[in-house]
């Protein structure tokens, strides 16, 4: 079974401060690279897909990176703010598995103090 | 409004008794996902379908029996022969794709086996 690592598994930053965490995936076999979040009693709901090396997402003040190279991606969220509390997901799709079949890491759990 | 619904919230079971989860959803997605969440952990696959009347065993399928007669829904029965069935379970879809396309998830089920 492959290995999608997420670090750290959990966070505290003050509101108002960036912030960053990774994922990281299999170099080899890559295929797309994706980002959730998911906050407290909600479902997860996805921040990106990314799937070409060097690619790199932003979405307000939240933005990503991929390095397939390597295997890994970087989240990184400027300025936090309380609503940006909740757990990142990354999942990675191999190419050689299964059409839609994605394996997720364990998650980031980012609380955001006031 | 489109998106997924999974019913109930909360379930509670006997042990050796079998459990369906319903999940539904109105975004005309081919491609349904089960997924089972514990506590520390990612979220794990437990079966699939791309299209109707089709679907695939995930990572942790033992135990577990779905069916996919209609496109809308994708009901996962949990039987007695699943060892450690309480957990958190996530139904979700998506547009049918490599593992590209962003998944779409619904709100869960929380089942607590007794």
């Known amino acids: 079974i492959l290995n999608v690592e997420q670090s750290p598994q959990s966070l505290h930053v003050q509101e108002g401060d960036s912030t960053n965490f990774t994922c990281s995936f299999p170099s080899s076999n890559f295929y797309a690279l994706h980002w959730y979040r998911w906050e407290t009693a909600k479902s997860p709901k996805a921040l990106f897909v990314m799937t070409l090396n060097g690619d790199e997402k932003k979405k307000g003040r939240i933005s990503a990176t991929l390095n397939t190279k390597e295997g890994y991606s970087y989240l990184y969220i400027k300025g936090s703010q309380p609503e940006d509390s909740a757990t990142y997901l990354c999942a990675f799709k191999e190419r050689k598995s299964s059409a839609s079949k994605i394996i997720f890491g364990s998650g980031t759990r980012l609380s955001i103090r006031p | 409004d489109g998106g997924i619904t999974q019913s109930p919230k909360y379930l509670f079971r006997k042990e050796g008794q079998n459990v369906t989860l319903s999940c539904e959803q109105n975004l005309n997605h081919d491609a349904m996902y089960w997924y089972r969440q514990d506590p520390g952990q990612g979220l794990r696959l437990i079966y699939y379908?791309?299209?109707?009347?089709d679907f695939q065993k995930g990572d942790i399928a033992e135990g577990y029996s779905v069916s996919r007669e209609k496109k809308e829904s994708f009901p996962l029965t949990v039987t007695s022969a699943q060892k450690n069935p309480t957990a958190f379970y996530l139904c979700?879809?998506?547009?049918w794709g490599q593992g590209d396309t962003e998944q779409y998830f619904g709100p869960g089920t929380r089942l607590t086996v007794t």
């Open positions: 379908s791309q299209i109707v009347n």
């Open positions: 979700a879809s998506s547009i």
